[in-house]
Each structure stands twice: as C-alpha cells, then as structure tokens.
C-alpha cells in the first residue's frame, strides 16, 4: 500500500542535541512538506520542497533543517537552535504544490524535551 | 495577515444528528481552494472535503458538505447523520499562492459524538 512513513512515532531530546525525524513516501509526489502542530492550535509550516534538491522556509523554519536528496525522502532536523522543539510534527506530501493536489499525511511524531 | 478562524473550540452534537462547524477566513486573493480536514485520536490529517473559491456550488462528499460563502468568506462544514467515528479534531484550512504556496489552518474545533 502507498503512503507516507514517519519515524519515530515518539523522540526525546537532550539539551543542546540535534534530531532528525524520518519522513519517507511510496506515493511517487514530487511536493513534500513539514508541519509543526502545538496543543490547541493548528498546523503551522516548517519546511517543503516541490522537488528533488530544492526546499523553501515555510513560516517557522528557524531552529530547523531539511533536506531532499531522494524523492520518496525528506528528513527534519531540530537543531539546538530550536528553544522550544516540543510538539507534535506532521509530514505530508501531494503530487505536487498546486491546490487542486491534496496532502497525504503520515501518521506523525512527537517530540519531547528530556 | 492571511489568517482562518474557527470560533468554536469545542462542539458536541447526538449521534445521528446534524452539526455545523464553522470558519472564516481572510484574504486578499479571488481565487483560492479551501478545505476541511478531519483528526481523529491517531493524530492522522484525514482530507474530508475541498471546495474551489470560483465554483459556486457547494462541495459534497457523502454526510460532508459546506455552504460557502464568498462575499462573506465564511466556510462552514455540515455533517449529517453523525457517527461515533466522527469525533475528532475538525480543521479548517486555505490555500494561499502568496509567498510559501502553503495551507494556512484553523485552530480546530473538538467534535464530539454522545451515543
């Protein structure tokens, strides 16, 4: 079955630390992006790319790093820069950055402060 | 600010009956596409329906549908019949082509289904 792989399901991070969550799909989609979701509020966008080798800051790409060196692949780091990582992120892709394409979403990672 | 506002953090509705969530938003664009997406406790963002700002007619999707309202740039979402496997967060989003090509999402509202 096609679809969008996140891993791991649950990370800690140790001050001054770097981590980098897996974001990984089968669904051949050139787009691919990364949301940041905090309690009570909606998702809000960290990173995408609309293809191999090229990525754009969404709203809050500071503190954070990607990459997209593979098509099924987009890795987020959350570099020591990031004061305040604990929340919840959400990978997802679509054939392509138009609206009319819609997201798929993987199933999330939560990450905490240790 | 290009901002979506759902006013209703929580709403609960009995199984079988209708409930309307709501959303506004705003923007300066004329043509954009909006959508509702649904997250259960999994955490997963389930796509529940889309609606494209030039097409007046309303989406429908099975007990899903909206009533939008340009001039108003209101997006509510009706669900009929309501099921236990409806509760969930409830998200409200719009597609802005200014700068980051982006969702911009709503708040959520909580839906609860009372068996």
């Known amino acids: 079955d096609g679809g969008i792989t996140q891993s791991p399901k649950y990370l800690f991070r140790k001050e001054g630390q770097n981590v980098t969550l897996s974001c990984e799909q089968n669904l051949n989609h050139d787009a691919m992006y990364w949301y940041r979701q905090d309690p009570g509020q909606g998702l809000r966008l960290i990173y995408y790319s609309q293809i191999v080798n090229d990525f754009q800051k969404g709203d809050i790409a500071e503190g954070y790093s990607v990459s997209r060196e593979k098509k099924e692949s987009f890795p987020l780091t959350v570099t020591s820069a990031q004061k305040n990582p604990t929340a919840f992120y959400l990978c997802a892709s679509s054939i392509n950055t138009t609206p009319a394409k819609p997201q798929h979403f993987g199933d999330g990672t939560r990450l905490s402060i240790l | 600010a290009q901002t979506v506002t759902q006013s209703q953090p929580e709403m609960s509705v009995q199984e079988a009956e209708t409930v309307t969530l709501s959303c506004t938003y705003d923007?300066?664009?004329?043509?954009?596409?909006l959508f509702w997406y649904k997250q259960p406790p999994s955490r997963q963002m389930i796509l529940v329906i889309r609606q494209e700002a030039y097409k007046q007619q309303n989406a429908t999707e099975n007990r899903f549908s909206v009533n939008f309202q340009k001039a108003a740039k209101s997006f509510s979402l009706k669900i009929s019949d309501s099921q236990l496997g409806d509760a969930a967060m409830y998200f409200c989003a719009r597609f802005t082509y200014q700068g980051a090509q982006k969702l911009v999402f709503g708040q959520g509202t909580r839906l609860t289904i009372n068996p």
């Open positions: 923007t300066s664009e004329s043509d954009y596409y």
